[in-house]
């Protein structure tokens, strides 16, 4: 891979990709890392789906969308959602819609298309960013995003909507343990429902360090959280992104006693914003 690639005016879809490496993406006045890739030996198509949906010139949004495994016509429910939702925000633009009533009204069109497929499901998880440095993340499911800054500290985590990810955030039960737990994958929230809902998270202000995650559940089924918050906040961000890649593939593909290890599709937006150009700089 070489250079910055351009994201288009209406945006950029990314279905059922096979990528082998990582691209790195202008976008709303800063960076992002992208990487979509089905599962080791995996003879079926990749079930995840990424977008990214520029909202002017220096606003943008972020969505991962998780296809059930396993359920019917999976990709089809990923990609139907991330459409809808791109449909979604280009007529809220066009109206003058708050960006916030676009996304929530993407989620409802979204929910509606998934359920119209009879017995397919999809996760969705949708941040907003931008050069106002202030971010806002919006999911339904078991999609994870993640704020952390320079230094390491998480400043924003998205709580999964399962048992599991319930017991996390009361203290029930650790991280270690939830990566390993019997029903880890069960969720209680997803597009496809006549009950799903949206969880909207309080505004988080991204400087210039921060290193802002979208991502499938192929990245935190098979990566400690300490150990993607400790590659996040090394390096340049190309870099970080190919080391989350080659540690998960490797432990996908290399079972380790006590290890994580599941092999499944990995999809990931890894957002960093534009740094604050020194003085006497244009």
Same mark, same amino acid.
């Given at each position: 891979m070489?250079g910055?690639?351009a994201?288009?005016?209406g945006g950029?879809l990314l279905f059922?990709?096979?990528l082998?490496?990582?691209?790195?993406?202008?976008f709303?006045?800063?960076r992002?890392?992208?990487y979509s890739?089905r599962a080791?030996h995996?003879?079926?198509?990749?079930?995840d789906?990424m977008a990214?949906l520029?909202?002017g010139?220096d606003?943008?949004l972020l969505?991962v969308a998780? =296809?059930?495994?396993?359920m019917?016509? *999976?990709h089809a #429910?990923? !990609?139907r @959602?991330?459409?809808? %939702?791109?449909?979604a925000v280009?007529e809220?633009?066009?109206?003058?819609?708050?960006l916030?009533e676009a996304i929530?009204? =993407?989620f409802?069109?979204?929910?509606? *298309?998934?359920? #119209?497929l !009879?017995? @397919?499901?999809?996760? %969705?998880?949708?941040?907003?960013v931008g050069t106002?440095?202030?971010?806002?993340?919006?999911h339904?499911?078991?999609?994870?995003?993640l704020?952390v800054?320079g230094k390491?500290?998480i400043?924003?985590k998205?709580?999964?909507?399962?048992?599991v990810?319930?017991?996390?955030?009361?203290?029930?039960?650790a991280e270690?343990e939830?990566?390993?737990h019997?029903l880890?994958h069960?969720i209680?929230n997803?597009?496809g429902s006549?009950?799903?809902?949206?969880?909207v998270?309080a505004r988080?202000?991204?400087?210039?360090r921060d290193?802002?995650?979208?991502?499938s559940?192929g990245?935190?089924?098979?990566?400690?959280l300490e150990e993607?918050?400790?590659?996040?906040c090394?390096?340049?961000l190309?870099?970080a992104?190919?080391?989350?890649?080659?540690l998960?593939r490797?432990r996908?593909?290399t079972?380790c006693?006590?290890?994580?290890?599941?092999?499944?599709?990995l999809?990931?937006?890894?957002?960093r914003?534009?740094?604050?150009?020194?003085r006497?700089?244009a």
């Amino acid at each position: 891979m070489s250079g910055v690639l351009a994201v288009p005016v209406g945006g950029r879809l990314l279905f059922q990709e096979d990528l082998a490496d990582v691209e790195v993406w202008a976008f709303a006045g800063g960076r992002v890392a992208v990487y979509s890739a089905r599962a080791p030996h995996k003879d079926r198509v990749n079930e995840d789906a990424m977008a990214l949906l520029p909202v002017g010139a220096d606003r943008g949004l972020l969505a991962v969308a998780d =296809g059930a495994g396993g359920m019917r016509v *999976a990709h089809a #429910a990923s !990609r139907r @959602a991330l459409k809808r %939702l791109r449909r979604a925000v280009a007529e809220g633009s066009h109206n003058g819609w708050p960006l916030r009533e676009a996304i929530l009204e =993407g989620f409802d069109r979204a929910n509606a *298309a998934v359920s #119209a497929l !009879r017995g @397919a499901a999809t996760t %969705l998880a949708v941040a907003e960013v931008g050069t106002s440095g202030v971010s806002r993340c919006y999911h339904a499911g078991d999609t994870p995003a993640l704020v952390v800054s320079g230094k390491g500290v998480i400043k924003l985590k998205t709580v999964d909507h399962s048992p599991v990810g319930y017991a996390v955030e009361a203290g029930v039960i650790a991280e270690e343990e939830a990566i390993h737990h019997r029903l880890r994958h069960v969720i209680s929230n997803f597009l496809g429902s006549p009950d799903m809902r949206i969880e909207v998270s309080a505004r988080v202000r991204l400087v210039p360090r921060d290193r802002l995650l979208v991502a499938s559940d192929g990245l935190f089924d098979n990566l400690h959280l300490e150990e993607i918050v400790r590659i996040l906040c090394k390096g340049p961000l190309l870099a970080a992104a190919r080391r989350l890649v080659a540690l998960c593939r490797k432990r996908m593909e290399t079972p380790c006693p006590g290890v994580p290890s599941k092999p499944d599709d990995l999809s990931f937006l890894l957002y960093r914003p534009a740094p604050v150009p020194r003085r006497g700089e244009a």
